[in-house]
């Protein structure tokens, strides 16, 4: 049964059982649990702490130190040592782990009763999560709703988490057929809480266009200054780099660790896109080795060019959102 959800109503919705019913937030908060206090998770619950929504913010993770900083820092209200017990009390459970992770969690949770929960992730790619889910579940559960805060940060962990971090970002949510409608719909409201942009998209072109735009750009950079930091003349080169190297390779300070899980899980579109612009690289190779003026000089105005509509389009975005900033509307 697909629905809308109105925060001046200041209702939430919750599926039991195929049925969606009413739960009046002035009465019960609701218990959202966060598996994995890292930056992302982390940021996801402050963002919601913050937010004027009845919530109650309870977070879970291995490394007990996490949990003790999280709570520190004011993250979340409560600090969950017991996994069983922490979903027990949840309504709606985001899971927050390497992607590498995932497989191990999903079937932790297989063993629990999951009866009116609501699940969700924020994995970089789409298209491991589903394969997953359908290996132990026998298929994608319908109250897991698949989705990817298109935001981040070179730093790391539940102290760099932030409340502003996902504020004008994209969510790309990716439901499949059988997804539930009124899990879909929480899930869009608990990320515009957060002051995201939501969208929605299938998981396999998902997992396309993010290996292009996001995943490449990351790994060109990690390869750069591993290549750079191999010479044994680094000294100089990175002594005298300018502006143009630090903006370029700044993402080379990310997690190794969830970019390694990234280039593993979404293999096949990251091939794909290495593929695709080895060959653009090689063939800007041969033009300078032949001395094609034309053709180097072509190449790089088709890409400012195109830097330069994607800039527009950047510019118009954000202008639009300061409207509706100061008109005291959403910017969602």
């Known amino acids: 049964m697909p629905f809308s959800v109105d925060r001046h109503l200041k209702v939430v919705f919750k599926k039991v ?10 009465g019960t908060p609701l218990n959202i649990l966060v598996v994995g206090l890292g930056l992302i998770g982390g940021s996801f619950a402050v963002s919601l702490r913050e937010c004027s929504e ?4 309870m977070g879970f993770d291995l490394r007990s130190e996490n949990i003790e900083e999280a709570l520190s820092l004011g993250i979340m209200a409560e600090g969950c040592s017991d996994f069983e017990s922490a979903v027990s009390k949840a309504d709606v459970i985001l899971l927050s782990v390497p992607m590498l992770a995932m497989p191990k969690l999903l079937r932790q949770l297989k063993g629990l009763d999951l009866t009116d929960k609501v699940m969700t992730d924020v994995g970089s790619c789409k298209g491991s999560l589903v394969q997953a ?7 994608v559960p319908e109250n897991l709703v698949p989705g990817h805060p298109i935001a981040g940060s070179e730093k790391s962990g539940v102290t760099a988490a ?22 879909l719909s ?5 990320w515009q809480c957060c002051g995201a942009q939501v969208n929605t998209m299938d998981f396999r072109r998902h997992d396309e266009v993010l290996a292009m735009t996001s995943h490449l750009p990351h790994l060109l950079a ?32 990310s997690d190794p660790i969830m970019w390694h899980d990234i280039a593993l899980g979404n293999s096949e579109a990251i091939i794909s896109s290495l593929d695709q612009f080895s060959e653009g ?18 190449s790089f105005e088709r890409a400012q060019s195109a830097r330069q509509h994607f800039a527009s389009i950047l510019e118009k975005r954000a202008h ?13």
């Open 54 to 57: 009845n919530f109650h913010l």
């Open 17 to 26: 059982e195929r049925v969606v019913i009413e739960q009046n937030k002035t």
């Open 186 to 190: 929480l899930v869009r409201h608990l």
């Open 133 to 139: 889910a359908r290996e132990i579940f026998g298929c």
């Open 281 to 298: 690289l090689m063939h800007l190779r041969q033009a300078i080795v032949e001395k094609d003026s034309k053709g180097i000089l072509a």
């Open 162 to 183: 932030r409340a502003g971090l996902f504020k004008n970002h994209k969510v790309i949510l990716t439901p499949l057929e059988n997804t539930d409608t009124a899990a």
């Open 222 to 253: 990690f390869s750069l200054v591993d290549t750079l930091a191999g010479n044994p003349e680094n000294q100089d080169i990175f002594r005298y780099a300018a502006g143009g190297f630090r903006d370029f390779t700044r993402i080379a300070g």
């Open 320 to 332: 639009m959102n300061t409207l509706d900033e100061n008109r005291g509307g959403s910017v969602i």
